[in-house]
């Protein structure tokens, strides 16, 4: 958002045609229904849209970056969503703990590192579970899902592996 805390976010999205229209065409026959897990929500361009769209009746938005976070905690307050996109801040991966994340000078994608593999400055240590444990502790009623998206920047197979949970008739993109 700008500083004043109005409309920067929207406006940049919009003017930049960075919203995912394609991907969320491209996947609405198979995407619809009452529950979507979005692992990666970013600042909510895909989790909003969908509930706003009429798609879903309930969205998991999952984003550990503290920056994104906020913004999508933003976002969700000023598109009228709230209680419907439900914002977590956690990461998802094969075990419960910390990771730690290396921060993107763009401020949007932030990569998971060994904690040596960056300056101090560069790292942020976020909380970790399994996909298991985050259902688990989030009361999510797996047969409600109907669909789940993951865009963790190339943790998407650690995501999985940390699932052991069968969903019938689950489309996953």
């Known amino acids: 958002s700008t500083e004043d805390g109005t409309g920067g976010v929207a406006e940049r999205l919009l003017g930049k045609e960075r919203l995912p229209l394609d991907e969320i065409l491209e996947t609405r026959e198979l995407a619809v229904g009452d529950t979507m ?22 969205v998991y938005a999952v984003e550990p970056d503290e920056t994104n976070y906020a913004c999508l905690v933003h976002n969700v307050i000023a598109n009228g969503v709230e209680g419907v996109v439900l914002p977590d801040r956690v990461a998802l991966g094969d075990q419960t703990g910390e990771l730690t994340l290396r921060r993107a000078r763009s401020g949007t994608h932030h990569p998971v590192v060994a904690p040596s593999a960056v300056a101090e400055a560069e790292r942020m240590v976020v909380p970790c579970l399994t996909l298991d444990d985050w259902v688990t502790r989030r009361g999510v009623d797996l047969q409600r899902v109907t669909f789940i998206k993951s865009d963790t920047q190339g943790w998407d197979l650690k995501v999985l592996a940390g699932q052991h949970f069968q969903v019938p008739s689950l489309g996953v993109g």
């Open 37 to 58: 897990i979005d692992i990666g929500a970013n600042i909510g361009t895909t989790s909003i849209p969908r509930v706003v769209l009429g798609d879903f009746r309930t």
